[in-house]
Every structure is written in C-alpha cells, then in structure tokens.
DNA sequence: AAACTGTTCTAGTATTTATAGAACAGTTTG
DNA sequence: CAAACTGTTCTATAAATACTAGAACAGTTT
C-alpha cells in the first residue's frame, strides 16, 4: 500500500494522508483486516514528521476507519466497505460535475453542506 | 439571502461563507443576477470582519460564480446553474451515505480525491 | 453630492500545521 | 526471555494561515 503526499498543496499533508487512504478504500484496494504501513515508514520514505503522520492516522481512527494499538499498528476495520460500495456512484457523480466545469473544491463543499 | 456561519467550527469563517453561498446555489435559492449582501453588512451582522467576509467572496469570484466591482457589489453569475443542475444528485448520494453510516468529512473528502 | 460598493495597504494577534527529540508501554518476532 | 517493532505521550520550536483592526482609495448608484 502507497501513501502519496503533495509537498506544493495549499492542504494540509495529514489532510492529503487522509484523503490518499480515503482514496484506496474507496478503490477497493483496502479491506478490513489490512495494515496500514507503520507511521515511522511513511514518515521515513515520504520525509515527513513522525507526528504529521499520526495525526492522519488518528484522525483516520476518529473515522473509525482502523483500529490503533501499540505494537501492532493501525488495522483496517470494516468500515472500509461502505466507501467501496460508493465508489461507483462518486465516480458518477464526479464525471458530471466535471462536465459542467466544477471545481473539485467546489464539489466537495457541497456534498459537505449538503449533509447538513 | 442568508449568509449562516458556526464561530465554533473548526473550518474556517471564510471557507463556511463560501460553503454557505454554495449551498444556496445548489438548492436553487440563488439565480444567475442576484447579488449577494454587502460584505460590510454581512460582516456586521455576523460579528466578523470585513476582510473576513471579503475574502470568502474573492474566492467565490475565483471560482466564477461572481461577479465583483466596486459600487455595484457580488453579482452571480450564470455559473450558478450547474450547481442548481447537480442538487438532485448530490443529495441521492448524501442520502445513501448517511445509510451508511459515512461521516460528512469522509465523503466530501472521498470526492474530492475522486476528481484527481 | 452623498451614500454605497469592493480594493488596497499596513499591522498585530491567535490558531493551526509541521517539525524535533525523547521517553514510555504495549505487541510481535526470533 | 530478549530484541525489534508498534503507537502514545510529553515538551518545545518555527512557520504558515486565519482573523481582526483601522485607514484611505476608487468606482457605482441614488
């Protein structure tokens, strides 16, 4: 599993760590059971604070999307199968607002609001 | 129209007005020629400031939804309207979300990262 | 002419983000 | 058991962002 990060980004790096595994969940390529690489490795191999990186993680664990335990590290938990179950309709959605020239901000702040 | 913002949010004043005048579009509520509230007054009712309020507007007219010119004010646009064309299915989507027990932040950020 | 609008400028404070290092406490592995 | 690995917690610092504040400016509308 790959963890991608935009030094040059306006948004926040633990931001963008939350997004990537948001990403690869919805893609199916996370299942529960799953181990999210050690936030030392992503840290090391993206040269970015140890901190930074657990910030993501425990934001990812407030989501309930892993379960963290000392030793063993962040673990996937079923919570993954909604978002692979709404991927193809994001996708949908997605091609049509990019037809009609949304932005991708745009977009995302209205799903958001739109929860309300 | 009504500009609402949570002063206890950890979003950003400026990023909820945005979110807000979003919003409104998308339900239909605002129409191509409509011109927002005076940044003053919204900043006065609010109990924000000026630049506060200035800023979620230059973003909106980034975006090209506005319009802006000394004197005259925020106009909207015509950009308004494929907003108001994708209400309906965003709402679909945010509905079976919530079905799924998906927080807010979670799938505004799953859609974002789709648009990618 | 007056009142209104956004624009621009300088300035200061508070919050958020990211970094750094160290020590701690569980889990897994050899 | 012992070593290596994991997240947790703590203090600290630097940098960037967000917000506020006040003033003056320059168009537009009434």
Sequence with gaps: MLIRVDPASDTPIFAQIVASVHADAAAGRLAAGDRL????????????????????????????????????????TDAVEPLAHLHHDIAALVARARTLGLAADTLAALVKETYR
């Design 37 to 76: 690489p050690s936030a030392r490795d992503v840290a090391g191999s993206l040269g970015i604070n140890l901190h930074t990186v657990l910030r993501a993680y425990q934001q990812l664990r407030d989501e309930g999307l892993v379960d963290m335990r000392r030793g063993r590290g962040a673990i996937v």
